[in-house]
């Protein structure tokens, strides 16, 4: 093979690598993890510029699902001064599947971590695959 070929093999692993395994964003959580971040700083946990994909698995909102994923990332980054809360705001926030949330996503960061992510109208929270989640008041601009 030559050394091009081994080049794109060596790529392509690397970037297939942080895709494989299974994730469990749905029963990992146990007691008292909705706030195991509380006063970590958002970028500490998850920093904005890591994010590779976000998997958009529910908007309520009347824009593009472009502009959602936008959406999602501009809270992200413009989060990453906030400190997450010492409880979730409401029991259950930081669940994938509430009827009140306006947006779910999982993200994919690039060194493979996987973190499920809620937002209503005044909170997004944050989970990651060990359980540990924690949820922060959106950044202004994301309210209104």
């Given at each position: 093979m030559s050394q091009a070929g081994l080049s794109w093999l060596m790529a392509l692993g690397t970037v297939l690598a942080p895709a494989s395994g299974d994730v469990d964003l749905a029963k990992s959580a146990g007691p008292g993890s909705d706030a195991h971040w509380a006063g970590r700083r958002v970028a500490d946990v998850l920093p904005a510029a890591e994010i590779e994909r976000v998997?958009?698995?529910?908007?309520?909102?009347?824009?593009?699902?472009?502009?959602?994923l936008?959406?999602?990332?501009?809270?992200?980054?413009?989060a990453a001064?906030?400190?997450?809360?010492?409880?979730?705001?409401r029991q259950g926030l930081l669940r994938l599947g509430r009827e009140d949330s306006i947006w779910e996503a999982v993200?994919?960061?690039?060194?493979g971590a996987v973190f499920g992510f809620v937002a209503d109208g005044e909170h997004a929270c944050l989970r990651a695959a060990d359980g540990q989640g924690?949820?922060?008041?959106?950044?202004?601009?994301?309210?209104?």
């Amino acid at each position: 093979m030559s050394q091009a070929g081994l080049s794109w093999l060596m790529a392509l692993g690397t970037v297939l690598a942080p895709a494989s395994g299974d994730v469990d964003l749905a029963k990992s959580a146990g007691p008292g993890s909705d706030a195991h971040w509380a006063g970590r700083r958002v970028a500490d946990v998850l920093p904005a510029a890591e994010i590779e994909r976000v998997v958009l698995l529910k908007a309520l909102t009347s824009t593009t699902a472009a502009h959602d994923l936008a959406g999602i990332r501009r809270i992200l980054r413009q989060a990453a001064e906030h400190t997450f809360l010492d409880q979730a705001p409401r029991q259950g926030l930081l669940r994938l599947g509430r009827e009140d949330s306006i947006w779910e996503a999982v993200l994919v960061v690039r060194d493979g971590a996987v973190f499920g992510f809620v937002a209503d109208g005044e909170h997004a929270c944050l989970r990651a695959a060990d359980g540990q989640g924690g949820c922060f008041t959106l950044p202004r601009a994301a309210q209104e």
